[in-house]
């Protein structure tokens, strides 16, 4: 499986403003946090899971999703193509990253929140969680 962005939409009335996802399920989903970086450190990189899917949906403000297809857990290459996916509060959308790759988190705005739903039970976190440094792939500023 490869990521994919579910795309959703937005309904406006008088009475405001209804975002959704509809083919979005939440089969599977175990947990979800809700992300925000600071301002002196916009970029959470790298974090790798083996077993677990990530479902990212922006609250507020913009998001790039940078991710990579890990070939070697234990060393993985340093020139794996870095892909890039850029989620806005105002576009209702999900960006689904299947098990098997390490991403980065990157804030473009002050005060943005990022969704997070993940398919791993917490009790299996430990033997899915592998953790590069921040600048093991350049991402292009």
Not at 69 to 82: A, F, G, R, V
Not at 94 to 103: D, E, F
Request: hydrophobic fraction near 35%; aromatic fraction near 12%.
């Amino acid at each position: 499986m490869k990521p994919k962005i579910i795309a959703g939409g937005n309904f406006s009335d008088h009475c405001g403003t209804v975002s959704y996802v509809n083919d979005f399920s939440f089969n599977g989903i175990e947990r979800f946090y809700i992300i925000s970086n600071s301002d002196a450190h916009p970029v959470r990189a790298w974090q790798g899971h083996k077993l677990d899917s990530k479902n990212f949906y922006c609250l507020s403000g913009s998001f790039r999703i940078h991710y990579v297809k890990i070939d070697d857990w234990e060393q993985p290459s340093k020139d794996l193509t870095i892909e890039t996916v850029t989620l806005l509060a105002s576009e209702s959308k999900m960006l689904h990253i299947p098990a098997g790759y390490a991403n980065a988190i990157e804030s473009l705005e002050s005060h943005s929140k990022l969704l997070s739903f993940s398919t791993l039970p917490l009790h299996n976190v430990s033997d899915d969680d592998v953790r590069y440094e921040a600048n093991y792939w350049k991402l292009n500023e």
